[in-house]
């Protein structure tokens, strides 16, 4: 099988950042790198899946709401993808900032009620928040 793109990426000098990872037909997929990878350092399972619900929703609230195709956690829990239809690393990079800080000021989790959620009671607003905060002080445009 042919490499893909993400395990093609030197993950030994990869830092914290947002990187196009990937274009193809107007099809824009980001990494939203929050950790250097295989430091040891990495989100934690409720920080990871508190930002999932927190960015995705805010960006599907967003100016470019009919752009987003997938807002997810990478399985390494160093950072998120997220893919955009005709949306360029520029104006991405602008609103990703945009939606990262908004989501600074939300005072709950979206999307945590059983019914809504698969795993609930895995959600931390204040370690998310933390890690959003370590992320936006290390890239800041």
Do not use: Q, W
């Amino acid at each position: 099988m042919e490499t893909i793109n993400s395990f093609k990426l030197n993950h030994d000098t990869h830092k914290e950042g947002i990187y196009l990872s990937s274009e193809k037909n107007g099809i824009y997929t980001y990494d939203i790198r929050f950790k250097k990878p295989n430091d040891g350092n990495y989100i934690s399972n409720p920080a990871l899946h508190s930002i999932e619900h927190m960015f995705a929703t805010v960006i599907r609230n967003g100016k470019y709401k009919e752009n987003v195709i997938y807002f997810g956690p990478m399985g390494c829990r160093t950072g998120f993808y997220l893919i955009l239809n005709n949306i360029p690393y520029d104006k991405a990079v602008s609103e990703i900032y945009s939606c990262f800080n908004i989501c600074l000021t939300l005072e709950s989790v979206p999307g945590t009620k059983k019914i809504e959620c698969g795993n609930y009671k895995e959600h931390s607003l204040e370690e998310a928040k933390k890690e959003i905060k370590e992320f936006l002080a290390k890239t800041v445009l």
